[in-house]
């Protein structure tokens, strides 16, 4: 996993939620207040925690919330699933950072916004 492609260089505070074990992304947690936030995605149930995540934690003003999904799994969650809330405003307060989807590997992809504080 490529985690330079997240332009996150720059923050020294995260948090790592929901990766299961071959997907760990080999990052500590530190203190708040919390700059980013990665959470892996691996059902639709996962989007609704990983908002509510981001709305009860101490989120530095510049932040990044970075939802980190498994490529290929039209059956499943996918891009369009996984995002398609946020679009049509069922999640409010976050907004698209660049590079607003990227890929991390050949099997990981990433959305990053920003909790607007």
Same mark, same amino acid.
């Given at each position: 996993? $490529? +985690?330079? !492609?997240?332009?996150?260089?720059?923050?020294?505070?995260?948090?790592? /939620?929901?990766?299961?074990?071959?997907? %760990?992304?080999?990052?500590?947690?530190?203190?708040?207040?919390?700059?980013?936030?990665?959470?892996?995605?691996?059902?639709?149930?996962?989007?609704?925690?990983?908002?509510?995540?981001?709305?009860?934690? $101490? +989120?530095? !003003?510049?932040?990044?919330?970075?939802?980190?999904?498994?490529?290929? /799994?039209?059956?499943?969650?996918?891009? %369009?699933?996984?995002?398609?809330?946020?679009?049509?405003?069922?999640?409010?307060?976050?907004?698209?950072?660049?590079?607003?989807?990227?890929?991390?590997?050949?099997?990981?992809?990433?959305?990053?916004?920003?909790?607007?504080?």
């Amino acid at each position: 996993m $490529d +985690l330079k !492609k997240l332009k996150v260089d720059q923050f020294n505070h995260f948090l790592v /939620r929901n990766f299961p074990d071959e997907f %760990d992304p080999g990052i500590e947690p530190s203190s708040e207040p919390i700059e980013v936030i990665l959470f892996f995605i691996q059902q639709i149930e996962d989007v609704r925690a990983f908002s509510n995540l981001c709305s009860t934690t $101490d +989120l530095a !003003k510049d932040n990044r919330v970075i939802m980190v999904f498994e490529k290929g /799994r039209k059956d499943r969650v996918n891009r %369009d699933t996984i995002f398609t809330p946020f679009r049509t405003g069922e999640y409010t307060g976050f907004k698209m950072k660049a590079p607003m989807l990227c890929s991390l590997s050949d099997k990981l992809s990433a959305f990053v916004q920003q909790k607007v504080i």
